[in-house]
């Protein structure tokens, strides 16, 4: 089960630091995606980062933006939102992938067998 923490509410150009661990293994067996679900709208892919070599990717909407890292012992996967927008606000779930590289299948929700149960992100003035 991964388990998440961060979120919060924060107004637009400030910054927010969402965690996805693992409460009984490291997190460097598969890859680690990001999702986000706006309210009203399809669970989107934001980020992804692989076992090799923690390659990362990253949505379009969210390049030069977000950052996705691994600690040092891989015990936790941390994605850092810069610059937040209005249009960042939903819920993000971290997943744990059944690949190891960030493919062309990273987006796809169901190359993801573990869940992590989600937390809110608004963004408002």
């Known amino acids: 089960r991964l388990v998440q923490s961060g979120g919060g509410l924060v107004q637009p150009g400030e910054s927010l630091r969402l965690s996805c661990a693992a409460s009984?293994?490291?997190?460097?067996?598969?890859?680690i995606g990001w999702f986000r679900q706006a309210p009203g709208k399809e669970r989107e892919g934001v980020s992804c980062?692989?076992?090799?070599?923690?390659?990362?990717t990253y949505a379009d909407s969210v390049k030069e933006r977000f950052i996705l890292s691994r600690n040092n012992n891989r015990s936790t996967v941390f994605l850092q939102m810069n610059n937040l927008e209005p249009e960042d606000t939903g819920v993000y779930y971290c997943a744990e992938g059944t690949r190891e590289a960030c493919d062309s299948t990273w987006q796809n929700e169901n190359e993801y067998d573990n869940w992590g149960k989600g937390t809110q992100v608004t963004v408002s003035s």
């Open positions: 009984e293994w490291i997190l460097d067996r598969t890859r």
């Open positions: 980062i692989s076992t090799l070599a923690d390659s990362t």
